[in-house]
């Protein structure tokens, strides 16, 4: 009876030894979690106020009477309030053209949430067969440029300007989109 009480203390003590340092890694890695979560929302406040430079608020009514926002550039760049996945990817991806392929990975990384939900959470208005076909491209060209991300520079910049002129398909239809509903 005992070695039965001991053998449970010992079996007690070393589980509570296990919880607390499964709780001490578990802590440790929430800490991680939260200040990545911190940096992603420290770089994208510094992309929304970036993207709030320069551009015109545009209000249009939809058929059905609903009010809707986005903004425009003198340069035609599109900026939606209610579409956070294309106004950041938007941004990005002009800013990338011009940086250096170690910084290209880096940012290119941190899109993958962006690009992936592009179709998810786009707004209503905007969501014709068009617009999802060039989101389903954009997609597919942004799998090329990570899955290829180590070749070569030149190789890296050539998949980059694919993914660019992917996203330009968009873009075009997003303005066609509009120019549509502008008619109405």
């Given at each position: 009876?005992?070695?039965?009480?001991?053998?449970?203390a010992?079996l007690?003590?070393?589980?509570?030894?296990?919880?607390?340092?499964?709780?001490?890694?578990?802590?440790?890695?929430?800490?991680?979690?939260?200040?990545?979560?911190e940096?992603?929302?420290?770089?994208?406040?510094?992309?929304?106020?970036?993207?709030?430079?320069?551009?015109?608020?545009?209000?249009?009514?939809?058929?059905?009477?609903?009010?809707?926002?986005?903004?425009?550039?003198?340069?035609?760049?599109?900026?939606?309030?209610?579409?956070?996945?294309?106004?950041?990817?938007?941004?990005?991806?002009?800013?990338i053209?011009?940086?250096?392929?170690?910084?290209?990975?880096?940012r290119?990384?941190?899109?993958?949430?962006?690009?992936?939900?592009?179709?998810?959470?786009?707004?209503?208005?905007?969501?014709?067969?068009?617009?999802?076909?060039?989101?389903?491209?954009?997609?597919?060209?942004?799998?090329?440029?990570?899955?290829?991300?180590?070749?070569?520079?030149?190789?890296?910049k050539?998949?980059?300007?694919?993914?660019?002129?992917?996203?330009?398909?968009?873009?075009?239809?997003?303005?066609?989109?509009?120019?549509?509903?502008?008619?109405?």
């Amino acid at each position: 009876m005992k070695t039965i009480k001991k053998l449970t203390a010992v079996l007690a003590i070393t589980g509570l030894l296990f919880v607390s340092c499964d709780k001490t890694k578990k802590e440790k890695v929430e800490d991680k979690v939260d200040e990545k979560m911190e940096q992603v929302e420290n770089t994208m406040e510094e992309i929304g106020d970036d993207i709030s430079e320069g551009f015109q608020e545009m209000k249009m009514k939809l058929e059905d009477g609903t009010e809707v926002n986005y903004k425009m550039d003198s340069d035609g760049s599109l900026a939606f309030d209610n579409w956070d996945g294309f106004t950041i990817a938007n941004k990005e991806l002009s800013d990338i053209e011009n940086l250096d392929t170690d910084e290209v990975n880096t940012r290119i990384e941190n899109l993958k949430g962006t690009i992936a939900s592009l179709g998810n959470n786009i707004p209503a208005w905007l969501k014709t067969d068009e617009v999802m076909d060039d989101i389903k491209n954009i997609q597919k060209e942004y799998k090329n440029v990570v899955d290829n991300k180590n070749d070569e520079a030149d190789k890296v910049k050539q998949n980059i300007e694919d993914l660019n002129e992917k996203f330009d398909d968009l873009r075009e239809e997003l303005n066609e989109v509009i120019a549509k509903y502008k008619k109405s």
